[in-house]
T-cell receptor, first 113, second 113 residues
């Protein structure tokens, strides 16, 4: 069966520090991958999506970036965190062309201090 | 452009009572529709989905939803709510290119014992 992992589960980082969040999917190949952010009490904001290795599309201009070095690995990064980067980061995947059906990871709670 | 609205920001129901969460979408063609549930601090879990066919779809945890094209709605229902159903519920619609899904703002459900 397919599973999706995210780590770390929680992270507290000072303003100006770098960030690296990792997402890995098991049990499938060539999935579409997504990064979302959920601010406190808010809905989901799509940040990046990827339809293949090295293929990244950005939805919102900001100081975050994403990379997909392997088929089932999706990384969210920042060189310098801002206070406004605090939130709950969710990774999701869907099987290639599987009618938009997305499955979510457990999330990473990021607090920027 | 696609959009999803969930008119109720917060709903409170008594345990054992019936539940209906509203969702309205805007999309020109037949949409792909989803309901997700999110418990505090967790990722989103897919409750049910509608692609085509029977307009009444059954999901997990005793939930069902009905697609009404004339009303552009996809309301979620449950005949008897349990305390464990307290969570955030998101309606979503897919149908653009690149397999992106548009999420509604969410409805927070509280259950009174």
């Amino acid at each position: 069966s397919q599973t999706i992992h995210q780590w770390p589960a929680t992270l507290v980082q000072p303003v100006g520090s770098p960030l690296s969040l990792e997402c890995t999917v098991e049990g499938t190949s060539n999935p579409n991958l997504y990064w979302y952010r959920q601010a406190a009490g808010r809905g989901l904001q799509l940040l990046f999506y990827s339809v293949g290795i090295g293929q990244i599309s950005s939805e919102v201009p900001q100081n975050l970036s994403a990379s997909r070095p392997q088929d089932r690995q999706f990384i969210l990064s920042s060189k310098k965190l801002l206070l406004s980067d605090s939130g709950f980061y969710l990774c999701a995947w869907n099987p290639d062309r599987a009618f938009y059906e997305q499955y979510f990871g457990p999330g990473t709670r990021l607090t920027v201090t | 452009a696609q959009s999803v609205t969930q008119p109720d920001i917060h709903i409170t129901v008594s345990e054992g009572a019936s539940l209906e969460l509203r969702c309205n979408y805007s999309y020109g063609a037949t949409p792909y529709l989803f309901w997700y549930v999110q418990s505090p601090g967790q990722g989103l879990q897919l409750l049910l989905k509608y692609f085509s066919g029977d307009t009444l779809v059954q999901g997990i945890k005793g939930f069902e939803a009905e697609f009404k094209r004339s009303q552009s709605s996809f309301n979620l229902r449950k005949p008897s709510v349990h305390w464990s159903d307290a969570a955030e519920y998101f309606c979503a619609v897919g149908g653009t290119s690149y397999d992106k899904v548009i999420f509604g703002p969410g409805t927070s459900l509280s259950v009174i014992p």
